[in-house]
């Protein structure tokens, strides 16, 4: 690739990569940046650099991934159904592709940092601002879609895997003045956590600084300093209101069982219950329903819930599983959940060697537990994106890893 295409390139990358915590409002602009990333990129291809990429081991296993959903949808008459959601398989193995080709991946990672960071302060200032008017430190889901830059969930996990950078930076740079700039944004994102009050990010940051905390501690004094952190967190965590709302139901006082709160107040839970429920009537174990199936079935289930106006919450809401393994194996069943996750050990081995990438992917292979990222385009570039980053930082020179 010439310098020229090849400055263009990076621009354009790392111009998605401060988009996507805006991607509600910067759409159009991140699908023609992608468009034109993959028009240089096949401009500009040889023989040498194609055969590179399509050697690459997790290419290789998510092309399989791909195909076997598009054969198995074209088979049973679902291509068209389907759709939606191969594509953003398709997008994914894409995106891998035209990321991994960036030379300078500092720039994606400076970049996407800085993006969270922008949408992490506007949210944060939003909700500061609504508690200063409304004097309730409460949010509920109506305020969540006025305040948020975008879903609290995304937000979320993009603040925690912005905080595993900054970590990576933090450690590994010798420039004070740095180090400085890195340790802000390390608190800064720590505190949009506990104000955006999102329960599986803050359960996620958790094992990221302490992993990384003991990793790095050479000595009794900053053990000490973790355990303080942790415990101001952990302080503040149940202090905000709409935090022991979230974590505890706290607002409900009726129900003694912690479990029968989770029961009556989590979506997940009937959700999850709905999906073994299919898995079992339809018994599809080896090929799966294909996605449009599974969610018809989902919304059938929801309309003879018993309580009406939670009926109708999650008939509008068009709830999936929620659940990106479960979600494979209803829909491809049990052949596509293995290819899936043959890809995600590949994944797992190729990072282990570095903590802040075994975070990365961790941190991944969590989130797939209560999100779909595989329906959401959205998805599709965070996905691709956390690949590429935590390969780039196990094959870093000079990186401190786990098996040293």
């Known amino acids: 690739m010439s310098l020229k295409f090849e400055q263009t390139y990076t621009y354009l990358a790392a111009l998605i990569c401060a988009s996507i915590p805006f991607m509600t409002y910067a759409k159009a602009f991140v699908n023609i940046s992608m468009i034109c990333l993959t028009l240089i990129l096949f401009a500009q291809l040889n023989k040498e650099k194609f055969k590179k990429i399509i050697t690459q081991n997790t290419l290789i296993l998510l092309f399989i991934f791909l195909f076997w959903i598009i054969a198995y949808s074209v088979f049973n008459n679902s291509f068209f159904a389907d759709f939606s959601e191969t594509r953003k398989v398709a997008q994914t193995l894409l995106l891998l592709i035209l990321f991994s080709q960036v030379s300078d991946k500092r720039i994606l990672i400076s970049m996407f940092i800085f ?3 922008l949408s992490g302060l506007i949210t944060s200032i939003n909700i500061i601002t609504f508690y200063l008017n409304s004097f309730e430190f409460l949010l509920t889901g109506a305020d969540t879609n006025e305040l948020f830059i975008t879903q609290r969930l995304y937000l979320g996990f993009f603040i925690v895997i912005s905080l595993i950078l900054s970590l990576e930076r933090f450690y590994n740079i010798s420039n004070k003045n740095h180090k400085a700039v890195y340790l802000f944004l ?4 720590l505190i949009f956590l506990i104000l955006i009050s999102s329960r599986s990010a803050i359960l996620i940051a958790f094992m990221v600084l302490i992993t990384s905390f003991i990793y790095n501690s050479k000595s009794i004094k900053r053990t000490i300093v973790l355990m303080l952190t942790i415990s101001v967190f952990i302080i503040m965590i149940f202090n905000n209101k709409t935090l022991s709302k979230r974590f505890l139901y706290a607002d409900d006082s009726v129900r003694q069982s912690f479990i029968e709160k989770i029961k009556t107040h989590e ?6 219950k709905f999906s073994a429920q299919i898995f079992e009537e339809q018994g599809s174990y080896i090929l799966g329903l294909g996605t449009y199936k599974t969610q018809e079935l989902l919304i059938d289930k929801y309309k003879i819930m018993p309580i009406k106006k939670r009926s109708d ?7 999936n599983t929620h659940n990106q393994y479960l979600d494979i194996t209803l829909s491809y069943g049990f052949i596509g959940l293995m290819i899936f996750m043959v890809f995600i050990k590949e994944i797992i081995f190729s990072s282990y060697k570095n903590i802040y990438s075994f975070n990365l992917i961790i941190s991944l292979i969590l989130f797939l537990f209560i999100e779909n990222l595989f329906h959401r385009q959205l998805g599709a570039f965070i996905f691709s994106l956390i690949i590429v980053w935590a390969f780039y930082l196990t094959n870093t020179k000079n990186e401190k890893n ?3």
């Open 115 to 117: 993006g969270t960071f």
């Open 402 to 404: 786990i098996s040293s």
């Open 267 to 272: 979506p997940r839970y009937d959700i999850w």
């Open 313 to 319: 919450w999650f008939i509008k809401r068009n709830f």
């Open 186 to 189: 390390i608190f800064s994102f």
